[in-house]
């Protein structure tokens, strides 16, 4: 079946990393994104990777795609105040379907 | 370029009402999907127009329904609210490809009462 799982929680302190980790189960994924919801808002784009890369860098943001083990993981350096938010993780599969997590939401610790 | 955009924003109805729910996409995509958000399930995909067709479905019964005109515009409509619809309705939109990016909307509070 199509699946994407991910933990609901993360606490991290300012200035740390966080890493944000996602399991999906489909291993006829397309693309893999990682988007951003913050309070009141709709989900942004933070980013994607193509099924056939390793490793994504821009800017604070690395995404790191294990295709053998189906695991995606979203690395944020320097985290901020800012980017406390809920991170979906989500896949792209046939019939133009795209499958989301049920999110990840990031604490800040000052 | 504007962003993608739904109105209205917030909404409150009652159980057994209707309700519509309207998305205008970004210009040039041709593509838009529905999805619903609670906290128990979270996103859950409704269905996605293409060119003023249906093209893909999710789970839904048939209470859900949408549509998109020529200019790309989609409205979602619920028909007899139940409580468990309160949720909030994203609509996100995209050129038209399988490998083109999403983007959502800020979405559509809908609470049952």
Known sequence: GEDVEQSLFLSVREGDSSVINCTYTDSSSTYLYWYKQEPGAGLQLLTYIFSNMDMKQDQRLTVLLNKKDKHLSLRIADTQTGDSAIYFCAESIRDDKIIFGKGTRLHILP | ?113
Not at chain 2, 96 to 113: A, C, E, I
């Open chain 2, 1 to 113: 370029k504007a962003g993608v955009t739904q109105t209205p924003r917030y909404l409150i109805k009652t159980r057994g009402q209707q309700v519509t729910l309207s998305c205008s996409p970004i210009s040039g995509h041709r593509s838009v999907s529905w999805y619903q958000q609670t906290p128990g399930q979270g996103l859950q995909f409704l269905f996605e127009y293409f060119s003023e067709t249906q093209r893909n479905k999710g789970n839904f019964p048939g209470r859900f329904s949408g549509r998109q005109f020529s200019n790309s515009r989609s409205e979602m409509n619920v028909s007899t609210l139940e409580l468990g619809d309160s949720a909030l309705y994203l609509c996100a939109s995209k050129r038209g490809s399988n490998t083109d990016t999403q983007y959502f909307g800020p979405g559509t509070r809908l609470t049952v009462l």
